[in-house]
């Protein structure tokens, strides 16, 4: 049933201490809990129910005395004294045949849990809610050579290990590894001259050689996070465990963060550059939220952004400061609008702090993350770098061990700066993407630009109030000169106009600089203004988006009539990528065309039903276009990029491949693929071999190298990733779902492997004409699988299931297509409370 945030009342018991007991064994482990609670003096009930949900009570007392609890399948209550008690369980629980990855289960023989959200209840009966935090004491009895918990190690022995963590900590922050396991060890010294002992544990065997570029990240988060934020670590080790087998992309258990292994392990041979910034980033957010989620945590999951958009909005600072700010926020508005917009403007909007869940692992969204990341981005330029410094500050100081809310991040803020943020904080309980539309004047030396901003009503959000608005605006003359420097407009009304005084003649606007607010900008210019801009803003992320826009705008037109593609972009594209003066990862981007998927938005926003056939052929001849038009230029650049000596995965020479791999697509097209296939045979890096693969097989060709990828990297599971993904994002529309489902017979597919399943039908729904093929025949065969994964895995079925999210954007055939797939998955007998509440969501 749904939960709703109005509803929160504080626990009635606290925990002042637990201790744990777990002996391992595959099928029959069992759990040991002595937990000391106390009545919560300021709670309003005096109930007694602890979580727990899979578990096999074998015994249970209360001071000693051994009790017969009522059990539900959801948990158990009892009569308990009116004062502190001790309450010991033992249950048992079945790691090997867990395959939902959720609570303690077992991935390649290795032992391993993820508690967040609501896991832990699948361990042993506890009050498994954030606002309960406790001392945990773990021991850990097991054959296996290596058993790990949060924390500091306090003692071990033969078939044993002991850890104690003194920080405070709810329940979703537990974590427990038994397996065979060799480490990558290192050390840092905190800021005070702390030593802490840092290991990234991994299977043996060519995992071992994966794990030198995940410490340096894990070094440099550390180093960042003391400069940056005042942040020190605060225990004598910091584990992180490699898992292969894992619904997300990692957890930031207190000393003992778990990662899928995709998200930590890195080679030159076996990772592409965008792997090892990825890894980069994840092991930045996890090491973050040591500060914001665990030292600060939440006090219920309605409150999930105030850990995620923080950590997210921190993990993109500390890229930016590691590689380029500019590509970095490029990167991160490319996702933002492709993943976030598509959301908050399908079935499944919902504000940044949802009001009702009935499954939170539902909510592990981009709405909470990154719309939540933009939120503080947000905040931060409307109080200045000093005010967000200073309310920072006072947020660590003052909220250091609780359990906090979204208006105690406010109170922070506005007790810090003295700003009053009560309009500010609908940004948190207004769901959908606000339009901010735009209209300027000018007369007597005085330019007036009229914002105006509307928000769509959202699923149970009809009427929408104005939001506060931060416009970051700077003023170009007709030499391309900036004369009026970035300043921030603060829309806090409907329709608000805003002038600049002084000017000799009408001036080009430069609007939304570095997307300073995450809205959806409407202004009609011309194609020559977007043009002017693409050459002369003096903004980063304007100068890519007004080239974005232009090409969006050309890609429109030719989805619409079939016409050529505007000469003026094309020689805009020319001039860009032939400036030598430019970043070639930022020239990479500016050569980089919207989504097919964008592409279908945009013409829903401009009142038009999309066809992904169409959109596919626009953007397949604008592609075309551009390599014949830039052809002369291509092999001049494509060389220029070479990158000689060892492979290194930095942000400077990853720019360069990127923007050579740019190139070798293009020249594929006019070449047959023959510098493709030469760059396949040559590459002695990931990153070269997988672009040159992808190249030929978009062209058609490729099998040969296909198969000899397979012979060399079939016995590595995340190259193997690759291989499958990679088909399937490249196939012909028509041929996407036979794709995919010859994969699905392949030895080396299983869908009990998340990463497997997300790298088939990932890869499925990222084809966005070959999910959309008129056959039907992809949504079909995407059901079918959910609904078989559903009965192992609910969580990751979930979570695809959001492919059908767009279907009300489409024609009659479709949606009626789209619709008899999810009402079969719906009607599919015991679907998981997980997909339940989706596939109804997304039916609307
Ligand atoms: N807190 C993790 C992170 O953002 C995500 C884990 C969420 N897991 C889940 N099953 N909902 O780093
Ligand atoms: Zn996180």
């Known amino acids: 049933q749904k939960i709703y945030l109005k509803d929160y009342t504080p626990p009635a018991y606290l925990v002042d201490s637990v201790e744990l007991t777990f002996k391992l064994a595959p099928t029959t482990t069992r759990v040991l809990s002595r937990i000391a609670f106390r009545p919560n003096p300021d709670a309003q009930s005096r109930d007694f129910f602890l979580h727990g949900e899979q578990l096999k009570l074998i015994s249970a007392s209360i001071d000693g005395v051994s009790i017969t609890p009522e059990v539900t399948a959801t948990g158990l209550t009892h009569t308990v004294p009116n004062a502190p008690f001790v309450f010991e369980a033992e249950v048992e629980i079945s790691p090997a045949t867990n395959t939902a990855l959720e609570g303690l289960y077992m991935s390649n023989g290795m032992y391993c849990t993820q508690c967040e959200a609501e896991g832990f209840r699948k361990i042993t009966y506890y009050p498994d809610r954030p606002d309960v935090m406790s001392v945990f004491t773990v021991r850990i009895e097991s054959d296996l050579p290596v058993l790990l918990s949060n924390g500091n190690p306090a003692a071990k022995g033969d078939g044993w290990a002991e850890w104690h963590d003194p920080w405070p900590k709810p329940a979703y922050l537990f974590a427990l590894v038994g397996g065979d396991l060799v480490n990558h060890p290192d050390r840092f010294t905190t800021m005070s001259g702390k030593d802490v002992e840092l290991n990234i544990w991994v299977r043996p065997g060519d995992d071992e050689q994966k794990c030198a570029f995940g410490m340096e990240a894990l070094k440099k988060s550390m180093k960042w996070d003391e400069d940056v934020y005042g942040r020190e670590y605060d225990l004598d080790i910091f584990n992180i465990v490699a898992v292969d087998d894992f619904n997300m992309g990692a957890m930031e258990n207190k000393g003992l963060n778990i990662f899928n292994s995709s998200a930590v392990l890195a080679s030159p041979e076996t990772s592409t550059d965008a792997n090892f910034e990825r890894i980069e980033a994840i092991i930045a957010h996890e090491y973050f939220h040591n500060w914001t989620g665990n030292r600060i945590t939440c ?69 909470v993350y990154e719309k939540g990341a933009e939120i503080i981005g947000m905040l931060k330029r409307l109080v200045g770098d000093e005010g967000y410094k200073n309310a920072l500050d006072l947020y660590f100081d003052r909220h250091d061990g609780d359990a906090a809310t979204i208006e105690d991040w406010l109170q922070v803020f506005e007790d810090a700066t003295g700003r009053d943020l009560s309009q500010f904080a609908k940004w948190y309980s207004q769901a959908g993407t606000p339009r901010v539309s735009v209209t300027d004047s000018y007369a007597d030396g005085t330019y007036s630009l009229t914002l105006s901003q509307q928000t769509p009503a959202t699923p149970d959000q009809d009427k929408k109030t104005p939001m506060v608005i931060p416009v970051a605006v700077g003023l170009l003359n007709d030499n391309g000169d900036e004369i009026v420097p970035t300043r921030i407009l603060e829309l806090t009304e409907a329709t608000q106009t805003f002038t600049f005084d002084g000017l000799a003649s009408k001036p080009v606007p430069s609007i939304l600089r570095g997307f300073s607010a995450p809205v959806i900008l409407e202004h009609d210019q011309t194609n020559a203004e977007r043009a002017f801009l693409l050459a002369h803003d003096t903004d980063p992320f304007n100068r890519w988006d007004a080239g974005r826009t232009l090409a969006q705008d050309v890609l429109l037109q030719m989805v619409r009539e079939d016409a050529t593609p505007d000469t003026a972009y094309l020689d805009g594209l020319l001039a860009l990528l032939r400036d030598d003066n430019l970043d070639p990862a930022f020239r990479a981007l500016a050569l980089s065309l919207p989504s097919q998927d964008d592409t279908a938005q945009a013409l829903v926003d401009a009142g038009e039903t999309p066809d992904p056939t169409a959109i596919y052929r626009a953007h397949e001849a604008l592609t075309l276009h551009i390599a014949q038009h830039l052809q002369d230029t291509l092999p001049r650049i494509y060389a220029d990029m070479t990158v000689t000596g060892p492979y290194a995965p930095d942000a400077v020479s990853a720019g360069k491949r990127s923007l050579g791999n740019r190139m070798l697509s293009l020249m594929s097209k006019l070449d047959g693929g023959k510098q493709a296939s030469q760059q396949y045979a040559t590459a002695d890096n990931m990153t070269q071999q997988l672009a040159a693969l992808a190249s030929l097989l978009k062209i058609g060709k490729g099998a040969d190298e296909l198969a000899a990828f397979e012979q060399r990297w079939h016995h590595d599971r995340l190259v193997m990733d690759k291989w499958f993904g990679l088909q399937v994002s490249c196939a012909a529309p028509e041929d996407a779902a036979k794709v995919a489902a010859k994969l699905t017979e392949h030895s080396a597919f299983t869908m009990k492997n998340p990463n497997r399943f997300r790298a088939v039908f990932g890869a499925l729904k990222g084809n966005t004409a070959g999910f959309h093929d008129p056959s039907g025949a992809s949504y079909d065969l995407l059901a079918d699988w959910l609904i078989k994964l559903d009965a192992l895995n609910p969580q ?12 009300k954007r489409y024609d009659a055939d479709r949606q009626t297509k789209m619709k008899a797939a999810l009402q079969r998955i719906d009607k599919t007998p015991n679907l998981s409370r997980d997909t339940t509440e989706m596939v109804t969501r997304i039916l609307g």
């Open 796 to 807: 990751t079925t979930a979570r695809m299931s959001t492919s059908f999210d767009t279907w």
């Open 299 to 367: 006090r219920d999951w309605f409150q999930l952004c105030l850990k995620e958009g923080l950590t997210v909005f921190r993990d993109q600072q500390f890229t930016g400061d590691m590689r380029s700010h500019a590509v970095k926020r490029i990167d991160d508005v490319v996702v933002l609008r492709a993943h976030q917009f598509r959301e908050d403007n399908g079935p499944l909007a919902h504000p940044v702090r949802p009001e009702s869940f009935v499954e939170i692992n539902n909510f592990y969204t981009v709405t």
